[in-house]
């Protein structure tokens, strides 16, 4: 039997297999949890199994880069073509170059004059394998790419369900469960940015427990899909979603794909783990490391468009009087935007609202101590503003179609140099005459068209290269991504923001729900938490502020509603809730995180490690026994003693033995009531 060349990538829990040849892409031979080291599938896979009856007589393995036309009947890595022709792909030659924990795959098809490089990177500290895919056309036609996928990984024979995610404005990260069968799955977005619609990731459960997750670094349409193989494992897909003549590729020209992160561990919250490393060390902090996430004060849901400088300026010395650090002025700030009819692209203070601009309005949190952040939406414009008086051809059409609003508005075509320089110029004036250091960049519409000629993709890095020129000159500032809540949460743009906005649905029971599907992928330093008004202005639901604060604390905390109408014993425990958070955010925001369902509407959170843990136990509905379930603690070790201590509340100590395996006793909580515990090892 020969001996192929094995590329074997090694993180601290998984491993990677490939079988490499010199005239063939890659085969994939093994993904998943970590084998011993030096462990190799042994012979080559072709002379390992018998060609089954009616086959074709040259047997097609998954590969890393499966083509169309040569043997391989499952989903092709490319679809593409030169005028009709050249639509088949297959590698004539390889060369697999490695260095260190990564390694490139450079593929040439000199039939179709097709190169596609691989980079494939395993990040040992995060045990994420980062995908993506470089295509070049060498021919001398030009080359039509409908699909290019970013990673083809495999999935074991027992894999048997995927969760994905679907939503809507004020109802993001809803799990959707399917189980994996004959059928083709399939999740598909085309709305022009992440959406709220389709996260582009998911996680996939074995029999045995262990779970592979996946999630595309994209902020635009995407496809991932999952088929079952012939040899009974499956195939799992990431890539852009083109758009029908988006990618027409001259001689020469290269396609590069957004990146795919997979990672592998032995149940979804070692998945989320992983996903938190991976998108850590994507984070580009201000100065390189993140400061203490500050609690924001944002004006939103407390003032709406009804701007008023004195009462803006009470406001912020009221909230930096309960501990607020980050006053952020939402939408309605700017020239003539008394509703969400007019004014998007007018990026200058309204006059009537603020005579002197925002500079006394500014001055005036910064000099509470307080620093000052700002709303923003410049992708888009309304046809009633002066940008879109002055330049009516700025905004996306298709000619002989009327223009579709949505919320009014129109988006702006980034790829035209002028309007991204005028966006530029017209926030680095901002920037540059006002004490600013954070925005809040929203994006509050799905694109219809993206021009007469498709340019989704084109839009998307636009936004991301001029996200990139504001933080590059002006480096302290942070950016905060926001698409009508949580309609732009994605590892792509994870390296040029520095928080999501995950939802404009404040009602913390709804928001428990909301956070445990963005804690799959995201780090809770990341996740924007307010606590809102009650009644919730998105439900109309009414809980008390303890339960609130309590569902909010966990992530980037701030606060949406007036607090100068907060008094008494409700401003004190405000107050209060706020130290806490202080006391507790780097323990929070710089551990793991692990969520789990206790049963009887018990759902709870812990952040930490095995030496410490912060507990969030929520109830969400009341209960339904006599005695409500134990909270088994699986992060606990159980050589080791625990003091637990419930907030305000005695402590007492614990064999971790038992708190793992048993449980801790669940205090008395009714519908809509937490409880926050402290467990510290003795
Ligand atoms: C979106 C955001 C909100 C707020 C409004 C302002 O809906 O999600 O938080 O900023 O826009 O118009």
Redesign the pocket.
């Known amino acids: 039997m020969s001996q192929p060349d094995w590329l074997i990538l090694n993180g601290r829990f998984v491993t990677a297999i490939l079988e490499c040849s010199a005239t063939d892409a890659p085969l994939w031979r093994y993904w998943g949890p970590r084998l011993a080291d030096g462990a190799t599938p042994g012979a080559a896979l072709r002379e390992t199994r018998p060609l089954p009856t009616f086959s074709l007589d040259f047997d097609q393995p998954l590969s890393i880069f499966p083509g169309l036309g040569v043997g391989w009947f499952g989903q092709s890595a490319l679809l593409a073509h030169r005028a009709g022709e050249d639509w088949t792909f297959q590698a004539t030659s390889c060369l697999v170059e490695r260095d260190g924990n990564a390694a490139t795959i450079i593929l040439r098809d000199d039939v179709a004059a097709i190169d596609v490089e691989i980079l494939l990177k395993l990040d040992p500290a995060s045990d994420v394998l980062t995908l993506s895919t470089k295509l070049t056309n060498k021919g001398d036609q030009p080359l039509d790419v409908h699909w290019l996928a970013a990673g083809n990984v495999p999935l074991p024979s027992d894999a048997k369900a995927v969760r994905s995610y679907g939503g809507r404005?004020n109802g993001e990260f809803v799990a959707i469960d399917d189980p994996l069968s004959r059928s083709l799955w399939r999740r598909e977005n085309r709305r022009g940015l992440t959406s709220h619609d389709a996260f582009p990731g998911a996680i996939v459960t074995c029999d045995d427990g262990t779970t592979y997750g996946a999630q595309f670094a994209w902020s635009g349409n995407h496809a991932q899909q999952i088929e079952w193989l012939d040899d009974g494992r499956w195939h799992w897909q990431m890539g852009e979603w083109l758009a029908p003549g988006e990618v027409a590729l001259e001689p020469g020209e290269a396609l590069e794909t957004p990146e795919m992160l997979v990672t592998c561990a032995a149940d979804a919250n070692g998945v989320a783990q992983n996903f938190h490393a991976a998108i850590r060390s994507r984070t580009n902090w201000p100065g390189g490391t993140m400061k203490p996430r500050p609690v924001h004060l944002?004006t939103?849901e407390g003032f709406y468009f009804n701007h008023d400088e004195a009462a803006l300026k009470d406001l912020a010395t009221s909230a930096a009087e309960v501990g607020i650090e980050r006053f952020v002025l939402?939408?309605g700030w700017f020239a003539g935007r008394n509703d969400?009819r007019t004014s998007l692209g007018d990026w200058w203070p309204d006059a009537n609202k603020y005579p002197n601009g925002l500079k006394p309005l500014a001055d005036h949190v910064t000099g509470l101590g307080m620093e000052f952040g700002l709303?923003v939406?410049p992708e888009m414009v309304n046809p009633d503003s002066e940008l879109c008086r002055t330049y009516p051809d700025w905004a996306f059409c298709v000619q002989g179609r009327p223009a579709i609003t949505a919320r009014n508005q129109l988006v702006l075509d980034l790829t035209r140099p002028e309007v991204c320089d005028y966006l530029y110029q017209k926030i680095a004036d901002l920037l540059a005459t006002l004490p600013i250091s954070y925005l809040?960049w929203?994006h509050?519409r799905d694109l219809t068209v993206a021009g007469q000629r498709p340019k989704y993709r084109a839009q998307v890095q636009e936004a991301y290269a001029l996200m990139a020129r504001i933080t590059a000159a002006f480096p302290h500032v942070e950016i905060e991504a926001?698409?009508?809540?949580g309609g732009r949460i994605d590892a792509g743009i994870a390296r040029y923001t520095h928080r999501f906005?995950v939802s404009?649905n404040n009602d913390a029971t709804s928001r428990i729900a909301i956070q445990r599907g963005f804690l799959q992928f995201m780090p809770p330093e990341l996740m924007g938490a307010h606590i809102g008004a009650a009644p919730s202005h998105a439900t109309g639901r009414v809980q008390s502020l303890n339960f609130r604060s309590m569902v909010a604390l966990p992530g980037h905390l701030g606060v949406e509603f007036d607090v100068r109408k907060v008094e008494g014993a409700q401003r004190e425990a405000l107050k209060s809730w706020i130290a806490t958070y202080k006391t507790m955010r780097d323990q929070l925001h710089g551990g793991k995180v692990w969520t789990g369902d206790a049963g009887d509407s018990l759902l709870w959170q812990a952040h930490g490690d095995e030496g410490e843990v912060i507990l969030f136990l929520y109830r969400t509905l009341p209960t339904a026994l006599r005695y409500s379930p134990a909270i088994r603690l699986p992060m606990l070790s159980e050589k080791r003693r625990y003091r637990v201590t419930p907030l305000g509340k005695e402590a007492s100590d614990h064999d971790g033995a038992w708190l793992k395996a048993a449980g801790l006793p669940s205090p008395p909580l009714r519908g809509e009531q937490a409880q926050i515990f402290r467990i510290i090892a003795l």
């Open positions: 404005h944002n939103w939402d939408d969400d709303w939406e809040k929203d509050n926001c698409a009508g809540g906005w404009d």
